[in-house]
């Protein structure tokens, strides 16, 4: 096994398991006061075609972690002896942790319980609760449940598709989260818009709306809308996109003790699978991410406030500063501008003092466009080089108000509460650690800073 501590571009505060691959998030749940995350884990490799195990880690702050044992392995009685698949973990009504996964092949779901607070899991004898998609349907694939509570019973969504139609969640209903009726689909998607495989459905009230996420088309996809709880049909309003690219995928959510929304993303590599396999790991989550319903029937989205606690030393904090000398591939940036129309202001990262190498945040106001541009983020080779962009309309009197995230080869920047981009950028050069602003136009620094971020292991 390499040294992975000696990785530049290992992430050092965001989670990811001790070694080898990750990929979805699964069952987050706030239980007993602490926050439990388990996520799509292949012990044994880094490239991701190991069988994969529910990893699982716990924290007391949702920002610093413990490593527990793997939840969840496959083995030959569940059904799921070529994997344990994408699920969730409720209470069930007695306030036992229960967890319904899909296993693997063919596509099952299962269910597995856990009497000593999190700290082993039993599958239940009966697995698989669901042993095949309904009938007359034949959806191409059927996987990764999503499950809660109303009056009358258990729901669930579970990801699938008709080729060359559309993705599909289909509705479920249970009143023991054992016996399992199929009702009809929660929501249809067209082919042509959003793919025909649905992945890791997720669907949860936020506000007066629901919304549903969806993982299709190798992006994060969520539609806004009203849920009828009489129908059990959900008619969505609005669409858009979390990540602005395909670095962020699969993420699922949880309720907090205070009933925040809290999101989790899989941050996927885009270094090729020799550099990765090279590495000795494989993927890292997003920052917890804070959800509101905002007026219009539109997401926001900001990191966190635990996240603060993630700040070290302040290395600016002061808006007429400028960024020459501050350094870092582990930082904090806050930045706010008010700006002129047409005007534009860029933020260079992990920047090069020659400029061969740097990552790019830019807000064009001409085009109202917000992109994460890492198109020179790199002179290596087997690095996939991309621009990520998202619709930014700044009302009238908004200033530009920007959060970026650097963890070595994770960039995660907010804007505006409603706009999240996400990147993977893998510099060849140790000193592409400068920062850099240009701005052109009629633009006024209101706020810059900076912090250092150390390490949360
Ligand atoms: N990854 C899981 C699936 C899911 C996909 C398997 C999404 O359950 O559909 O690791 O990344």
Redesign the pocket.
């Known amino acids: 096994m390499p040294d992975l501590s000696a990785d530049p571009h290992r992430p050092i505060y965001h989670f990811l398991p001790p070694d080898n691959w990750m990929?979805?998030p699964n069952g987050p749940i706030f239980y007993q006061g602490r926050y439990h995350l388990m996520y799509?884990y292949a012990p044994d490799v880094a490239d991701?075609w190991g069988a994969?195990h529910w990893g699982h880690a716990v924290s007391d702050d949702l920002v610093h972690w413990e490593h527990l044992p793997i939840a969840l392995s496959p083995d030959q009685t569940a059904g799921d002896q070529d994997?344990c698949?994408?699920?969730s973990a409720v209470l069930d009504d007695d306030g036992t942790p229960t967890i319904l996964?899909?296993g693997?092949h063919p596509?099952v779901q299962c269910i597995a319980r856990s009497r000593d607070g999190m700290q082993t899991w039993d599958k239940r004898a009966c697995n698989p609760v669901i042993a095949e998609p309904p009938a007359g349907i034949a959806p191409k694939?059927f996987?990764?449940p999503c499950l809660w509570r109303e009056d009358d019973g258990w729901y669930m969504v579970i990801?699938s598709g008709v080729e060359g139609v559309g993705g599909r969640a289909l509705l479920y209903r249970s009143p023991d989260l054992m016996d399992w009726e199929y009702l009809h689909p929660l929501c249809e998607g067209v082919a042509t818009e959003t793919g025909d495989?649905w992945?890791?459905p997720d669907f949860f009230a936020l506000g007066d709306r629901h919304v549903l996420l969806i993982?299709a088309l190798g992006e994060q996809i969520y539609f806004i809308g009203h849920y009828n709880d009489a129908t059990h049909r959900f008619e969505p309003e609005s669409e858009g996109r979390i990540g602005g690219g395909v670095c962020y995928?699969?993420a699922k959510s949880f309720a907090d003790g205070d009933g925040r929304r809290i999101l989790w993303g899989?941050l996927r590599e885009r270094r090729d699978r020799e550099a990765q396999i090279a590495a000795g790991w494989s993927g890292a989550m997003s920052l917890p991410q804070a959800l509101t319903m905002l007026p219009g029937a539109r997401l926001g989205i900001e990191p966190a406030s635990e996240v603060e606690a993630l700040r070290g030393k302040a290395l600016v904090d002061d808006a007429g500063s400028d960024l020459s000398g501050i350094r870092g591939d582990a930082l904090e940036i806050e930045l706010e501008v008010a700006m002129g129309v047409d005007a534009a202001v860029e933020l260079g990262v992990r920047c090069t003092p020659d400029g061969r190498e740097e990552t790019t945040v830019r807000y064009d106001g001409a085009a109202q466009i917000i992109e994460l541009d890492m198109t020179r983020s790199s002179v290596g080779k087997g690095v996939e080089l991309a621009v990520h962009s998202r619709p930014l309309t700044l009302a009238r009197g908004e200033a530009l108000r920007l959060q970026v995230f650097v963890d070595r080869s994770v960039i995660e920047v907010y804007a505006n509460g409603r706009e999240c981009l996400v990147g993977r950028v893998y510099p060849t050069r140790s000193d592409a650690v400068d920062l850099r602003m240009r701005t052109s136009g009629d633009v006024a620094v209101n706020c810059l800073r900076v912090w250092e971020m150390p390490s949360i292991w």
């Open positions: 990929n979805d799509q991701g994969k994997g698949y994408t699920g996964y899909t693997v596509q694939n996987r990764d990801g495989m992945e890791c993982s995928y699969a899989w």
